[in-house]
């Protein structure tokens, strides 16, 4: 396989997985963040991305017992993955009445914790 063809792929599985946890695509996710070229794993909450990671992850052990051959039986796969992580999202929304799909980008995520840091009073 080509890097090219391998990259897509690799595009399109990743595609799938986010669209199966957050119920955006990669596109929709930027847009709904405000990124123009910025990554988005990047600009994500602590919660997005351990989400992200738990979709990953199930989508490798689940591809590691089922061995998909094919991009359609790896997009199934990485559906399958996705919707693991979904449950455990939909789980801590209802436990803490908030979406955790957030319009939150790296800026606004500084600029919160740069706030919330003790101050150092030298007197």
């Known amino acids: 396989m080509n890097?090219?063809?391998?990259?897509?792929?690799?595009a399109i599985l990743t595609d799938e997985i986010t669209k199966a946890w957050s119920g955006k695509s990669v596109k929709q996710y930027k847009k709904f963040k405000n990124l123009k070229k910025?990554?988005?794993r990047?600009?994500?909450?602590?919660?997005?991305?351990?989400l992200n990671m738990l979709a990953e992850a199930s989508t490798t052990e689940i591809s590691k017992k089922q061995k998909p051959k094919g991009i359609n039986e790896n997009k199934k796969i990485a559906q399958?993955?996705?919707n693991a992580a979904k449950k455990a999202r939909i789980e801590?929304?209802?436990?803490?009445?908030e979406s955790i799909v957030s319009t939150k980008n790296a800026k606004q995520l500084l600029l919160k914790n740069k706030k919330?840091?003790?101050q150092n009073n030298r007197n």
């Open 3 to 10: 890097g090219k063809k391998e990259g897509l792929e690799y």
């Open 80 to 82: 399958k993955g996705g």
């Open 116 to 118: 919330s840091l003790p």
């Open 38 to 40: 910025q990554n988005l």
């Open 42 to 50: 990047d600009n994500m909450t602590n919660l997005e991305l351990v």
């Open 92 to 97: 801590i929304e209802k436990q803490t009445g």
